[in-house]
């Protein structure tokens, strides 16, 4: 994994072997997204899904599979074994991108985007809270806000990289609050009202990421977790430059610096979180 990445050095202060099942993880998803971001034909895209559903529903064989799913499959039966992952958070990750295969996510409901985002974003988030330590509903309730608040903000920060891909993850609701009618991306795109779904979205990353600080832990189990709550800081402040800029068409990406993310980790480390 590269060190730009957002996650890497909030990864990188866990301790080994969760350190290792962390990142098996993060390389999985990453796997999921190529497939379904890449350029294979739509069929062929489906039919790998479908191989790592088989792959979860049948105690993890991957006896049909080759090239990069085979070595992501062995990297992460590795770690499933040792921290007891289950299949069915897994499962809902490519629930979640057989949604984008489908074309679902053009200004979905906010129900429907909740759904999404627990797939795409709770459920890893869970299976990372598994490999600290941390299980059971606490767990979940936690990820499934982080998650929410995570998403959002990737949503925030990538209108128009989705956009031309045909996605648009802006929910309806805040899209009708803005008078909004249109679902075409490339419309909603030039509609000079977007800022003002875009900044409903921020808030309700807000209150996403107001309730997992309301959903954290105790003492102990905190500690445990100080890799998930670094990967939490790092995401808040992205959303913070986010909501400090604003949305307006064809600016430059916005990310975070390598050296604010291995600062950010560090002081959570070091110090807990917040």
Sequence with gaps: MSSQSSFYWPMRIAPEPQRSGLFAIYAWCRHMDDIVDGDLALDD?????????DYFLNERSAASMDGDSL????TLSAAT??????????LRVIDAMEMDLAGDMRAPTLAELEHYAHGVASAPGELCLAVLGWRGEGAAEFSRALGEAVQYTNILRDVEEDAHQGRLYIPREALDSAGIDAQDPAIVLTDKRLNDAWLA????????????????PGAPIRKNIRAALAMMAVYRQLWRQLRKKGWTPGQPKTSISKWRAVFTAAR????GYP
């Design 81 to 90: 074994a040792a921290h007891d992952l289950s299949p069915v958070l897994f």
């Design 201 to 216: 979205l921020a808030l309700m990353a807000e209150a996403k990421f107001h309730l997992a600080d309301a959903l954290l």
């Design 71 to 74: 070595m992501v499959a062995m």
């Design 45 to 53: 895209k489906a039919a790998s899904l479908a191989l790592w559903r």
């Design 268 to 271: 959570v480390a070091w110090f």
